[in-house]
C-alpha cells in the first residue's frame, strides 16, 4: 500500500523552528515530485513547496521564501521540511503529496493524513 | 501567478439534487494540469478529477469534469450522502500548484 505518514508537528513560539517529516512507504520515492500543502485552521489548501526527484530543484510560495527549507533523502524514503522564523500565520495542518505526471494530467495523487504546527506564545 | 477563482462559496442542495461547481482561472490553465479533490472535515483531500475531465481511479461515475481556457467545471449529477464535503481546484504552472478557495456542498 502506498503511504505517506507526516510527523515533527507541535506548538512552537513565534520565531522558533521545526522540522516536518514524512515518511514514504509502498512505492520508490525517487521516481517522483514531492510536495508539501498546508491549511490553516477553517481555512483552504495552499502549496507550499516542491522539490524534484533529486533534489535539486526546489520551488516556494512567496510567503515561505527565505524561511522553509524543503529537502529529501530517497535512501531513507523520506521527505523533510524545515522551518525557520515561524510566524502565526504558519499555523496549519501541514500535508505532504506525491506528484503525479501521467501521459495526460498532473496532479496530487497520494497525501499523508497531515501534522499539525501551531505558532504561538 | 495563476489564481483560481471557485464559485458559490457554498451550495446548499439536498441529496438527488444535482450540483454544479465553478473555478475560473486568471489566465488561460493547460487543461492537462486542471485538477478537482474533495475534502471531508479532519480527513486529507482526496483526488476526484484530473485533466479537467478524467475521473481518478474508483471515483463513480457521478462526478464529471468539464472546460478550457479559464472555465472549468465539477459536476456531481445526483448527490450522495457521502458527497458533502468541500470541493478544491487545483491548476499547476511553473513548477507551481495553486488551490481555489473551494466550495462547501452543504445539506439543504
Known amino acids: 500500500e502506498e503511504q505517506l505518514v507526516e510527523s515533527g508537528g507541535g506548538l512552537v513560539q513565534p520565531g522558533g523552528s521545526l522540522r516536518l517529516s514524512c515518511a514514504v512507504s509502498?512505492?520508490?520515492?525517487?521516481?517522483?515530485?514531492m510536495t508539501w500543502v498546508r491549511q490553516a485552521p477553517g481555512k483552504g489548501l495552499e502549496w507550499v513547496a516542491n522539490?524534484?526527484?533529486?533534489?535539486?530543484?526546489?520551488y516556494y510560495v512567496d510567503s515561505v521564501k527565505g524561511r522553509f527549507t524543503i529537502s529529501r533523502d530517497n535512501a531513507k524514503n523520506s521527505l523533510d521540511l524545515q522551518m525557520n522564523s515561524l510566524r502565526a500565520e504558519d499555523t496549519a495542518v501541514y500535508y505532504c503529496?506525491?506528484?503525479?505526471?501521467?501521459?495526460?494530467?498532473?496532479?496530487?495523487?497520494?497525501w499523508g493524513q497531515g501534522t499539525m504546527v501551531t505558532v504561538s506564545s | 501567478e495563476i489564481v483560481l477563482t471557485q464559485s458559490p462559496g457554498t451550495l446548499s442542495l439536498s441529496p438527488g439534487d444535482r450540483a454544479t461547481l465553478s473555478c475560473r482561472a486568471s489566465q488561460n490553465v493547460n487543461s492537462n494540469y486542471l485538477a478537482w479533490y474533495q475534502q471531508k472535515p479532519g480527513q486529507a483531500p482526496r483526488l476526484l478529477i484530473y485533466?479537467?475531465?478524467s475521473r481518478a481511479t474508483g471515483i463513480p461515475d457521478r462526478f464529471s469534469g468539464s472546460g478550457s481556457g479559464t472555465d472549468f467545471t465539477l459536476t456531481i449529477s445526483r448527490l450522495e450522502p457521502e458527497d458533502f464535503a468541500v470541493y478544491y481546484c487545483?491548476?499547476?504552472?511553473?513548477?507551481?500548484?495553486?488551490f481555489g478557495q473551494g466550495t462547501k456542498v452543504e445539506i439543504k
Open positions: 485533466a479537467a475531465s
Open positions: 509502498g512505492f520508490t520515492l525517487n521516481n517522483f515530485w
Open positions: 522539490i524534484n526527484q533529486d533534489g535539486s530543484g526546489k
Open positions: 503529496a506525491r506528484e503525479r505526471l501521467r501521459n495526460i494530467g498532473y496532479y496530487l495523487d497520494c
Open positions: 487545483q491548476q499547476y504552472d511553473s513548477s507551481r500548484w495553486t
